[in-house]
């Protein structure tokens, strides 16, 4: 994940200039519309450019700005934004989340067309997260799990998936992925209870508390090796 997490830092550090940059040369220019004018370039870029070079629209940080923009805007506007607005930008978001989920096969997909609908649905959901119908949703207990402990499953899922291509030659089938995410699940549970609240959410960890953590994550790289060769037998 280091390409993700050096994307990120890119970010923080990059987006100040641009602030100070703009603000430099007219002091009546609204935050919104500087975060929507690059937003909008960011996804032209990505979009004209992904079928010749996809690795590039993939990794890089100019390409992936527009992702970061739109958080930007979301909690510029987010508070203005209707009560009754939520609602309906929420439900949207739900039935076109759907919609992708069903017509959108993401690997033989124009990668212009996925990268335009999540990012926009994602802004979406979030818009319309703290609507009657966003928290008729997604406080289910069940949802609200996954959540805390989403950033666990997220490390967790990719080299699941990755070694598992290695080991099978690319070999998928709807019991794989659905045993790809159980494994993830249960990894990053395992990863959120010994490691993340250890470390994020708890005092200033002990020598001790990084020893046992060091054993939890040893042991997880095992269970990963484990699940690959298990499920390579199936």
Request: with cysteine.
């Amino acid at each position: 994940h280091t390409w993700s997490l050096g994307v990120e830092e890119q970010f923080y550090l990059f987006w100040p200039f641009v602030l100070l940059l703009a603000f430099s040369f007219s002091k009546r220019i609204r935050m919104t519309d500087l975060f929507a004018i690059i937003f909008l370039l960011s996804l032209v870029l990505a979009i004209s450019l992904v079928r010749e070079n996809r690795e590039a629209v993939f990794y890089l940080m100019p390409f992936r700005i527009q992702q970061f923009s739109i958080g930007a805007l979301i909690a510029l506007t987010g508070p203005l934004i209707s009560s009754t607005n939520r609602n309906a930008i929420f439900v949207l978001a739900i039935f076109w989340f759907l919609g992708l989920s069903v017509f959108v096969e993401g690997r033989n997909s124009d990668y212009g067309v996925v990268l335009f609908n999540t990012t926009i649905v994602a802004g979406f959901l979030l818009w319309g997260s703290n609507s009657v119908a966003g928290r008729t949703i997604l406080c289910r207990a069940p949802l609200i799990w996954i959540g805390r402990r989403s950033y666990s499953i997220y490390l967790e899922h990719w080299p699941i998936i990755v070694y598992w291509q290695y080991v099978s030659a690319n070999a998928t089938s709807l019991i794989i992925s659905f045993l790809q995410i159980v494994a993830s699940m249960i990894i990053g549970a395992v990863l959120y209870q010994f490691v993340e609240k250890k470390f994020r959410l708890s005092r200033q960890p002990t020598s001790s508390d990084i020893v046992r953590s060091s054993y939890v994550a040893i042991s997880l790289a095992f269970l990963r090796l484990f699940f690959g060769f298990t499920v390579f037998q199936l």
